[in-house]
């Protein structure tokens, strides 16, 4: 059989690893060539904290506070050169910095060596799924519709995934239970479920107290390991729930965790939490961390030192307190967040929306609010809503990984100025009338 590429192509797209084939992979970028394409429009896509918050000589502050630091610890010039110089540990220099900050921001008393620092929380999630899957019969569980960086990376890692739907109040821990307990019945063995507790991306949803007691019942009893991502806990208003991490009593969580939105994204420092005892084979242990570390060594060497100095020199700041350091930022989003849902009330009151069919939730926080459209809210629906009313959202189908999703968007609150949205708000409704009467 001729194996000849295309002219011009050097390889076949068929000779590839099939997850560059998967969808998933590409959703980023479509939004990324629509925004290009309009540069015009108001994109209510991006899931970014807002500019606004960042002043570049912060960074050197940060710098500098990490480095007085070392010298207050009794490092000498050269091993305060080297910690910012040279590669550092695999599993991170500042896993301490880290624990003080778990420990008095959210009553998480793990040590340190427990800790591992990574590349964003995404590194976080490749190395947990890469530890904790040992074969084909090997199963992750999500919520559903979820953060499509999970996905995609149990597609290159050819990790099997099945979808926890969420209600329309949310995540219950009975389905939760029901596909565990039917994934058994079919041979295959869930390793762990990845939730997003706390204004959950896409839908802005959050797990009540209840179903996080429930949750961690559910996944002691039956084995299986919850991979709590929260990374818009401390960037939202009001008070918090636990976290799950921090009900956790039988080491049942492994906690992935993120200082993009609370300190800054251009870092790239992500953690995971995983205090679990692994059975080494001689009848000794070893923690979780330090199997995700060997993994690390292999996927990218070390966290970049120039970063984690940046991360510590704020934690150093707030005296690890990240709810005190974000305090301004977690209002600014609340009322962002407001501001948006007060807007859509304007354009589409209750008749009008009623009679059109459109509908969406209304969170308390995080950056993410999910609509109910009458259409197909699909990347040809998006193209129109670009080009001829300048207004991008995101297709809720991206964050679907069984399918579904198709007659819904997410909305992004975090990005845009008051104006921004006023306007971006007025565009999207003309969008939602025209588009209704297709």
């Known amino acids: 059989m001729d194996r000849t590429p295309a002219d011009g192509a050097d390889l076949r797209r068929d000779e590839l690893h099939a997850s560059l084939s998967a969808p998933v992979l590409d959703t980023m970028n479509f939004l990324n060539e629509i925004t290009m394409r309009y540069p015009d429009a108001v994109s209510f896509a991006p899931g970014r904290p807002y500019d606004g918050f960042f002043d570049t000589e912060d960074v050197i502050a940060h710098l500098r506070r990490f480095l007085a630091h070392l010298e207050e610890q009794g490092r000498t010039p050269q091993q305060v050169r080297t910690a910012i110089y040279q590669y550092g ?37 490749l190395l947990a799924l890469r530890a904790l899957t040992a074969g084909p019969d090997d199963v992750l569980l999500t919520a559903s519709p979820c953060y499509v960086g999970i996905t995609g990376a149990a597609h290159i890692l050819d990790i099997p995934i099945t979808a926890v739907p969420e209600r329309a109040d949310g995540l219950h821990a009975a389905d939760v239970e029901a596909a565990i307990v039917a994934e058994k019945a079919r041979g295959r063995r869930p390793r762990a479920f990845y939730v997003v507790p706390d204004h959950s991306n896409p839908s ?39 976290s799950l991490k921090s009900l956790d009593r039988n080491r049942t969580v492994v906690q992935l965790g993120s200082f993009s939105k609370t300190v800054f994204p251009g870092a790239r420092v992500g953690y995971v939490v995983a205090d679990q ?37 704020a934690l150093l700041a707030a005296g690890g307190k990240i709810s005190e350091l974000n305090a301004g930022p977690a209002a600014y989003y609340g009322d962002a967040m407001r501001t948006v849902l007060d807007h859509l009330d304007r ?23 999910a609509m109910s459209v009458p259409f197909r809210a699909d990347e040809a629906a998006l193209t129109r809503s670009a080009r001829e009313f300048g207004v991008i959202w995101t297709p809720m189908s991206y964050f679907h990984p069984e399918g579904g999703g198709h007659d819904q968007l997410r909305l992004s609150t975090s990005y845009l100025s008051e104006a921004e949205i006023a306007e971006g708000t007025a565009r999207l409704a003309r969008f939602l009338e025209a588009e209704s009467a297709r």
């Open 204 to 242: 802005g949803n959050t797990v009540a107290r209840g179903a996080r007691e429930a949750l961690l019942d559910i996944a002691h009893r039956h084995g299986v390991l919850i991979l709590e991502d929260s990374p818009y806990r401390m960037v939202s208003p009001g008070e918090r729930l636990p």
């Open 347 to 369: 354009n589409l009151p209750a008749a009008r929306r009623a009679a059109l069919g459109v509908a969406w939730n209304r969170p308390e926080g995080g950056f993410f609010l």
């Open 89 to 125: 540990p695999t599993a991170g220099q500042i896993r301490e910095l880290i624990a003080d900050s778990l420990r008095v921001d959210e009553g998480v008393d793990v040590d340190p060596a427990s800790i591992v620092v990574t590349v964003g929380a995404q590194e976080g999630m």
């Open 277 to 313: 005892r692994v059975a080494d084979g001689t009848g000794g242990t070893v923690l979780l961390a330090d199997e995700l570390a060997k993994i690390k060594s292999m996927v990218t060497v070390n966290t970049s030192s120039l970063s984690q100095a940046a991360v510590a020199g």
